[in-house]
């Protein structure tokens, strides 16, 4: 099973770039898309339905903003898009495909860059979807929760993490609640199970020559159950071309 994730900064922007082009190549079996900032009425028919794909979407109510999108070769069981709380429904931010014995959901936690108001709303998103992780754990199924986390969790996962360390993104509070992800709560971090070095990056900023120098941050994941984590067989991230600020991340899974 092969699984692909990207932050689209904009699925029609990533399209007119040739995304598309790209992930009809890839034969994957399913691909979620973060940040689409479209709503389904402002979409072409391809976008909609790619070749030998049926589309998902969870659009923010604010236009050009947020939103996230998932496509699948088989239709799923079930398809659920609501958290229960008011950022994460209104913002669009959650997206999950049931199979038998396997959901895959496409995730956009909150960025907190533009000020302390947001950092508050993130950090209130990062309390309540701790109680969603505890209660996948208690489920009698595989989860794989792909996409943009805006948190880097080790020093490796970015180039300039002393200077960032004030940063959110960085935050110590940001990065001792992956901890708890990846430990209390067992969750496994998919691309590190196989790739464990450095300078291995999913996003950069538009600013300076970040992408020219790679310097980068490793905020896009998949984060799977534990009874994934054996099943995990490679692991890629995409930089031969440029669909968006963010790379597509692709895992292969023997399920």
Known sequence: MKIITLNANGIRSAGRKGFFDWMLKQDADV?????????????????LQPDGYCGYFNSAEKKGYSGVALYS??????????????????????LQADYQG?????????????????QAVKYDFMARFEQVLAAMRRKRREFILCGDWNIAHKEIDLRNWRSNRKNSGFLPDERA??????GELG???AF????????QYTWWSNRGQSWAKNV??????????????????????????RFSDHAPLTVEYEI
């Open 31 to 47: 691909v979620c898309l973060q940040e689409i900032k479209a709503q389904t009425g402002q979409l072409d028919a391809m976008t």
């Open 73 to 94: 070769r088989r239709q799923p069981d079930k398809v659920s898009n609501r958290l229960g709380w008011d950022i994460a429904d209104r913002e669009g931010r959650f």
């Open 102 to 118: 396997l959901s895959v959901v496409s995730l956009y936690l909150p960025s907190g860059t533009s000020g302390d108001e947001r």
């Open 177 to 182: 609640w992956m901890d708890k992800v990846f």
């Open 187 to 189: 969750m496994v971090d």
């Open 192 to 199: 590190r199970v196989v790739n464990q070095e450095a300078e």
């Open 216 to 241: 980068g941050w490793r905020i896009d994941y998949q984060v799977v159950t534990p009874g994934l984590a054996d099943r995990i067989k490679a692991v890629s991230i995409y930089k031969d071309e």
